[in-house]
């Protein structure tokens, strides 16, 4: 269940960096060349009142569609922080901790030796790791769970 709940946040992730990437930044682009476009045309004296409009109905209907995709943006992080992991420590308090903020989960007691050796060579190998925000917790359904957050 946990790891599907993971794989939803990670597609969920992959769609908050599309839309940034692809939408937002190629409208951004749009309204800059816009811009360098009416600048140009406005320094070389070919800037009439009718391409002054155009250029306006073009950069309304780009703020359009920005204000669309930073709503659509807005509903993937809501939906990213509305899901969350409810786990106890060592301490035997209970703790929530957001689904977006877990990059990774094992059962530490379910691995061999070797298992683990491989696991942790390839977090240190991995450049995203912060040793120092790493928590190690035990679930609250008292089947232990490592939850790597950041």
């Not at 709940?5 to 990670?10: F, G, R, S």
């Not at 240190?124 to 190690?136: K, M, N, P």
Request: one cysteine or more; hydrophobic letters at 35%; glycine letters at 4%.
């Amino acid at each position: 269940m946990l790891t599907l709940e993971i794989q939803q946040v990670a597609l969920t992730r992959e769609q908050i960096n599309d839309t940034i990437q692809r939408r937002i930044r190629g409208l951004n682009h749009q309204l800059e060349a816009l811009r360098l476009k009416q600048r140009r045309d406005s320094l070389n004296g070919e800037l009439s009142e009718e391409r002054t409009l155009r250029y306006q109905q073009q950069v309304d209907i780009i703020h359009q569609q920005l204000s669309q995709s930073e709503s659509e943006l807005d509903a993937l992080r809501k939906e990213l922080s509305s899901k969350v992991l409810i786990v106890e420590d060592m301490r035997g308090e209970r703790l929530e901790i957001g689904l977006n903020r877990v990059l990774d989960f094992w059962y530490p007691n379910n691995m061999s030796f070797s298992d683990k050796l491989a696991h942790w060579s390839g977090k240190f190998g991995s450049s995203s790791l912060r040793i120092h925000e790493s928590q190690t917790l035990r679930a609250v359904c008292s089947r232990p769970y490592s939850v790597r957050c950041y």
